[in-house]
């Protein structure tokens, strides 16, 4: 009984094993592994069972880890028999290569690639001499000096001490720590700083690092000051960056050139990923403007970008600051600003402004702790109202208008964004103009008394005034006057109109009534 259990689990484990590697035969590498190395599905799949790390690539990864083999000179068949390749990023395989080859390392094999720690750090350059995989006539040190183009011609002596009893790593740090002491003024304790903080320096081709830091001096015109707060550039790829240069142009309508000197980290992202940036942005219709005021909206990914873009597309709140020129900072920190708005509305606080959405700790946890809920200086209340009637009036104007009535820093954003949309389907803008303290009352008001007059209009039912009044004769601007009327008569023309019936809060002071109902009216 007990072997007729075991040999049943024992069964269906191997069902399994065999369902599992049918089912893997269906796999997109295998069909990757086919197309790329020109092998049947059965060899493909036995790559697979061997070197599991290979499941884990993508077509991209695979495609482009066989093109810089062959930009190396190497042919297919170098993956057939070593397939750990595939496990190191592409542009590993083509440091390590360049470093290699930098170093004098004759006939560079795949195992040469794989094995390429041990070589730079387990061994002596004398050791790689005796084994011929450096030949004994090279001059090493000479060598890797002869890459870095900028060296005075007083220097005499690169490196103290016996070169053949080093590794090549540590030839390879004295030569990039002498050369970045000359040609930047870097000191040792600078150097170490920027090695802990940013080690892949180490491993960087010589050329490259000679290459990178002549476009940054002689080209971008950064000074040394400026690289050496900012080591990570001593790393950065120069094709990459010449292509940034070359392709890109300008940014927000500022030269390239001058973004990166006030944006350094730009220089070390993909050039195809920031011209996607910036046509995603375009087709967005983000304006120079507004990149300008964040120009770290490139450090993003163009996925992640679009994503946050169509996030705050689809969120009044955000929607509301779409045409703003800081608007691209709340994408930046869309993830913050998300988070505020959340606590924020937890706390029952509707009027947002983008600065304290997406600014500083200091400045929202002022607002947050601060009673009442008001915008502030309002600024971006009257940037929206003058988005919204077509930028035909300024804000200045608009400010003289509306900072007549005592709410009006205390209506939330998105509100006065809906009731301009509503109202801009029958009046225009110059008659919202005249009349913009309407758009800090809520629409639903505003609608029952729109309703009304025109009920009244067609077919002259219940009076809405005691005194006979001809709604013919009357334009537009002065129809919203009306309103504006109607609505504030109940409340003594005290302002207090703009509460909506449920809630009503900022109960004028009775004392204050006559001189606020003056500067009411005079708006109406």
């Not at 300008?250 to 046509?279: F, Q, W, Y």
């Not at 009036?393 to 998105?414: A, E, T």
């Not at 009352?441 to 209009?457: A, D, F, G, S």
């Not at 004028?508 to 606020?516: A, N, R």
């Amino acid at each position: 009984m007990i072997f007729r259990i075991l040999y049943r689990r024992g069964f269906r484990f191997w069902r399994q094993i065999a369902v599992r590697s049918v089912s893997s035969c269906s796999d997109s590498n295998v069909k990757h592994l086919c197309k790329y190395l020109n092998v049947n599905e059965s060899k493909a799949q036995y790559l697979l069972l061997k070197h599991p790390v290979i499941k884990k690539l993508d077509s991209t990864r695979l495609k482009n880890v066989i093109e810089i083999l062959y930009e190396l000179g190497f042919h297919t068949e170098v993956l057939l028999k070593e397939p750990s390749l595939c496990s190191i990023l592409p542009v590993t395989l083509k440091f390590r290569f360049q470093v290699l080859q930098e170093c004098g390392v004759d006939n560079i094999s795949p195992s040469h690639l794989l094995s390429h720690l041990m070589i730079m750090k387990q061994k002596t350059i004398g050791e790689l001499k005796n084994s011929k995989i450096i030949s004994a006539t090279v001059n090493v040190e000479n060598r890797l000096a002869s890459y870095m183009t900028q060296w005075p011609t007083s220097l005499t002596t690169l490196v103290y001490g016996d070169v053949n009893k080093m590794t090549l790593y540590t030839l390879r740090l004295k030569i990039i720590q002498r050369y970045l002491e000359l040609i930047l003024d870097l000191s040792q304790d600078e150097f170490d700083r920027g090695l802990q903080t940013y080690p892949t320096v180490k491993h960087r081709p010589l050329q490259a690092i000679n290459k990178t830091l002549s476009i940054l001096q002689g080209q971008i015109l950064m000074t040394n000051d400026k690289i050496k707060s900012n080591f990570y550039l001593v790393h950065a790829d120069p094709e990459n960056l010449e292509n940034i240069i070359y392709n890109l142009r300008t940014i927000g309508g500022i030269d390239i050139k001058e973004v990166i000197r006030m944006h350094p980290k730009l220089a070390t992202k993909n050039c195809s990923s920031l011209l996607e940036i910036k046509k995603l942005l375009e087709e967005y219709g983000i304006g120079d403007e507004a990149q300008r005021r964040c120009f770290q909206i490139y450090t993003l990914s163009p996925s992640t970008i679009k994503d946050r873009l169509d996030k705050a597309r689809s969120t009044p709140e955000f929607n509301a600051f779409y045409n703003h020129p800081r608007f691209l900072k709340m994408i930046h920190y869309n993830t913050k600003a998300s988070e505020r708005l959340m606590n924020l509305y937890n706390n029952n606080k509707k009027c947002l402004s983008l600065n304290i959405l997406s600014g500083s700790s200091a400045h929202y946890n002022v607002f947050n702790r601060a009673q009442g809920d008001r915008l502030g200086k309002g600024k971006d209340l009257l940037f929206c109202i003058s988005q919204s009637l077509d930028n035909l009036y300024s804000m200045n104007d608009i400010g003289k208008v509306i900072k007549r009535h005592p709410f009006w820093q205390y209506i939330p954003l998105i509100q006065v964004k809906y009731v301009q949309e509503q109202l801009r389907s029958e009046f225009t803008v110059s008659d919202i103009f005249e009349n913009c303290t309407i758009l800090l009352y809520p629409w639903n008001k505003i609608r029952h008394v729109l309703n009304l007059l025109n009920m009244k209009k067609s077919s002259g039912t219940e009076p809405l005034f005691n005194e006979l009044l001809d709604l013919k004769a009357i334009n537009k601007s002065q129809k919203l006057s009306l309103i504006l009327y109607i609505l504030e008569r109940n409340h003594y023309f005290s302002g207090n109109g703009v509460w909506s019936e449920e809630k009503q809060k900022n109960i004028v002071d009775l004392t204050k009534e006559q001189e606020t109902r003056k500067s009411i009216i005079s708006t109406f």
